[in-house]
């Protein structure tokens, strides 16, 4: 989350949170919807890269948070990072939404690539 509030997260070119790699051309701007961070291994590329702006949240139960739920900084984590592996590449991500075009909850609201500014993600 970035500085801890509760909507779609932006990852942009222009600041670096979205990376430059072959699955981001012609691409400036990929939104997220919640989803975790991970750490990379140096042969990863990151694809989504967190910055200090973001907090990693830890609840006890999921979905369940308060003001002394435990976090930490997002800065150098990743959320969508790729592996070269054998002839082929390993793509990890620690969001789902972002691939998918859902309606969610009772008043069925859009999720994934429904959402207008989302219109890169696919």
Same mark, same amino acid.
């Given at each position: 989350?970035?500085?801890?509030?509760?909507?779609?997260?932006?990852?942009?070119?222009?600041?670096? %949170?979205?990376?430059?790699?072959?699955?981001?051309?012609?691409?400036?701007?990929?939104?997220?919807?919640?989803?975790? +961070?991970?750490?990379?291994?140096?042969?990863?590329?990151?694809?989504?890269?967190?910055?200090? %702006?973001?907090?990693?949240?830890?609840?006890?139960?999921?979905?369940?948070?308060?003001?002394?739920?435990?976090?930490?900084?997002? +800065?150098?984590?990743?959320?969508?990072?790729?592996?070269?592996? @054998?002839?082929?590449?390993?793509?990890?991500?620690?969001?789902?939404?972002?691939?998918?075009?859902?309606? @969610? @909850?009772?008043?069925?609201?859009?999720?994934?690539?429904?959402?207008?500014?989302?219109?890169?993600?696919?």
């Amino acid at each position: 989350m970035d500085n801890r509030q509760r909507v779609m997260e932006y990852f942009y070119k222009s600041n670096k %949170t979205l990376q430059e790699h072959p699955i981001t051309m012609g691409v400036d701007t990929i939104v997220t919807f919640t989803g975790s +961070a991970f750490k990379i291994p140096p042969t990863a590329k990151p694809i989504l890269r967190l910055n200090q %702006t973001y907090t990693v949240l830890m609840p006890e139960i999921a979905w369940q948070f308060e003001d002394k739920t435990p976090y930490v900084s997002g +800065a150098g984590l990743c959320q969508l990072a790729a592996l070269e592996f @054998g002839k082929g590449r390993v793509f990890v991500s620690g969001e789902a939404a972002m691939f998918t075009a859902q309606l @969610g @909850g009772p008043n069925r609201i859009p999720t994934g690539m429904n959402v207008p500014n989302a219109k890169e993600n696919p």
